[in-house]
């Protein structure tokens, strides 16, 4: 059983990242837009109250203390969305770091009115439903490279639109056309790119044929692929980053409790596959009081934990505007870590993704008086021994 961290990094002598602290704590008005209610974030400074960007806080904070800062720098990495879509209009892209989309969802499953929801979705503005699910992939993505939310802006992003499709075969699909782009000549080139999957699959048993080519085809691109997607060390190189699912009431006892298990255990795939494949992390959620997010999927399946409660991810009603309604869960927590990784591939460009894994498990942090399974047990996830470290100057 791998030992469970929570992602953060404590600067050193050396800092690992250097650039100039930002406040996290931020005016914030809330308002509605249509039938959904949403945010928008003023100005940030240490005399605010509300830290509305703890989120970011948090990832500097080997301890779990919140301090009201967080530095960014200029991130040079490619990621994949794989989602329903990125607005690439959304002021928190305006440094044009969407780069392009790819859309690999099923025939017919898109409205014939929409023609590039790739980087444009539809929504419905007087359906809440579509809504939060036609924003969701705009909300990930402005979690890695949003020029204000983002943990790592100015990393060029591609949206890989699904059209919400459930079917092994979209995904399978979708890994074949990010290979494919990863290898044009007109792509950022990097040896090592990220791939994110906040939406996932249902558990099937026994395994279908397909998920199983599914998982071969990830044991591949962990590894390296030659432009025709065949492994090869030498090729391009994929991280994975998967949210780890949410909890809910089940339906009876002993039922699955909402995307997790009935012990909460993470059951959606490839999720599941994440503690068997280096390079592919499976990712809980905390909330900001250091401790795990109530609702997030945990045990032996989560490797790695990020903020997952109250997050202020962008939304599709405005070009300024952020999440309320539907503002938690693991799909914020997993773009976190693709974006911390993000960070860590510009700092080393040449690391694998196994490589990449062992430094964010290694990340000198720790879950504090974590809640685990429907007992109510206190459990403490200890991180990797603390280096020696110096707080950043703060401004």
Same mark, same amino acid.
């Given at each position: 059983?791998?030992?469970?961290?929570?992602?953060?990094?404590?600067?050193?002598?050396?800092?690992?990242?250097?650039?100039?602290?930002?406040?996290?704590?931020?005016?914030?008005?809330?308002?509605?837009?249509?039938?959904?209610?949403?945010?928008?974030?003023?100005?940030?400074?240490?005399?605010?109250?509300?830290?509305?960007?703890?989120?970011?806080?948090?990832?500097?904070?080997?301890?779990?203390?919140?301090?009201?800062?967080?530095?960014?720098?200029?991130?040079?990495?490619?990621?994949?969305?794989?989602?329903?879509?990125?607005?690439?209009?959304?002021?928190?892209?305006?440094?044009?770091?969407?780069?392009?989309?790819?859309?690999?969802?099923?025939?017919?499953?898109?409205?014939?009115?929409?023609?590039?929801?790739?980087?444009?979705?539809?929504?419905?503005?007087?359906?809440?439903?579509?809504?939060?699910?036609?924003?969701?992939?705009?909300?990930?993505?402005?979690?890695?490279?949003?020029?204000?939310?983002?943990?790592?802006?100015?990393?060029?992003?591609?949206?890989?639109?699904?059209?919400?499709?459930?079917?092994?075969?979209?995904?399978?699909?979708?890994?074949?056309?990010?290979?494919?782009?990863?290898?044009?000549?007109?792509?950022?080139?990097?040896?090592?790119?990220?791939?994110?999957?906040?939406?996932?699959?249902?558990?099937?048993?026994?395994?279908?044929?397909?998920?199983?080519?599914?998982?071969?085809?990830?044991?591949?691109?962990?590894?390296?692929?030659?432009?025709?997607?065949?492994?090869?060390?030498?090729?391009?190189?994929?991280?994975?980053?998967?949210?780890?699912?949410?909890?809910?009431?089940?339906?009876?006892?002993?039922?699955?409790?909402?995307?997790?298990?009935?012990?909460?255990?993470?059951? !959606?795939? +490839? &999720?599941? =596959?994440? *503690?068997?494949?280096?390079?592919?992390? %499976?990712?809980?959620? $905390? /909330?900001? #009081?250091?401790?795990?997010?109530?609702?997030?999927?945990?045990?032996?399946?989560?490797?790695?934990?990020?903020?997952?409660?109250?997050?202020?991810?962008?939304?599709?009603?405005?070009?300024?505007?952020?999440?309320?309604?539907?503002?938690?869960?693991?799909?914020?927590?997993?773009?976190?870590?693709?974006?911390?990784?993000?960070?860590?591939?510009?700092?080393?460009?040449? !690391?694998? +993704? &196994?490589? =990449?894994? *062992?430094?964010?498990?290694?990340?000198? %942090?720790?879950?504090? $008086? /974590?809640? #685990?399974?429907?007992?109510?047990?206190?459990?403490?996830?200890?991180?990797?021994?603390?280096?020696?470290?110096?707080?950043?100057?703060?401004?």
């Amino acid at each position: 059983m791998r030992r469970l961290f929570t992602i953060a990094f404590a600067l050193g002598a050396a800092p690992l990242f250097a650039g100039t602290p930002i406040a996290t704590r931020c005016d914030v008005e809330t308002t509605k837009a249509g039938v959904a209610d949403v945010r928008r974030l003023g100005t940030c400074a240490d005399d605010k109250t509300t830290n509305a960007l703890w989120h970011l806080d948090r990832l500097d904070s080997g301890d779990g203390h919140l301090d009201g800062h967080y530095t960014p720098v200029a991130v040079h990495a490619l990621v994949y969305v794989i989602d329903i879509g990125i607005e690439k209009d959304h002021s928190e892209f305006s440094d044009g770091n969407i780069i392009g989309g790819i859309d690999v969802a099923p025939k017919g499953a898109t409205p014939s009115s929409c023609t590039n929801p790739a980087l444009h979705p539809c929504i419905s503005p007087s359906s809440l439903a579509s809504v939060l699910i036609d924003s969701h992939g705009t909300g990930v993505a402005s979690m890695i490279g949003g020029r204000r939310v983002g943990v790592a802006p100015g990393a060029s992003i591609v949206s890989v639109y699904t059209g919400g499709g459930g079917a092994a075969s979209v995904f399978l699909n979708a890994f074949n056309k990010i290979i494919e782009h990863a290898w044009d000549p007109a792509t950022p080139q990097v040896k090592t790119a990220i791939v994110n999957m906040s939406n996932q699959l249902p558990q099937v048993k026994p395994t279908p044929v397909a998920y199983v080519q599914l998982e071969n085809k990830m044991r591949d691109m962990t590894i390296g692929v030659d432009r025709d997607g065949n492994r090869d060390p030498n090729g391009k190189r994929f991280l994975f980053t998967v949210a780890g699912g949410n909890a809910a009431a089940p339906s009876k006892a002993g039922a699955d409790r909402g995307q997790c298990g009935p012990d909460y255990e993470v059951i !959606l795939f +490839p &999720a599941s =596959l994440g *503690a068997s494949i280096p390079g592919v992390i %499976t990712v809980g959620g $905390t /909330a900001a #009081d250091n401790t795990m997010w109530v609702d997030s999927c945990r045990g032996a399946g989560i490797e790695l934990f990020a903020p997952a409660d109250d997050i202020f991810a962008a939304i599709n009603t405005g070009n300024d505007q952020y999440r309320l309604t539907a503002a938690s869960g693991t799909s914020w927590s997993a773009p976190i870590v693709a974006g911390v990784a993000a960070r860590l591939l510009t700092e080393n460009p040449d !690391l694998t +993704p &196994a490589e =990449l894994e *062992a430094k964010l498990e290694a990340s000198p %942090t720790a879950i504090t $008086t /974590a809640t #685990d399974g429907p007992s109510g047990g206190r459990v403490v996830f200890v991180g990797a021994p603390p280096i020696p470290h110096r707080r950043a100057t703060r401004h």
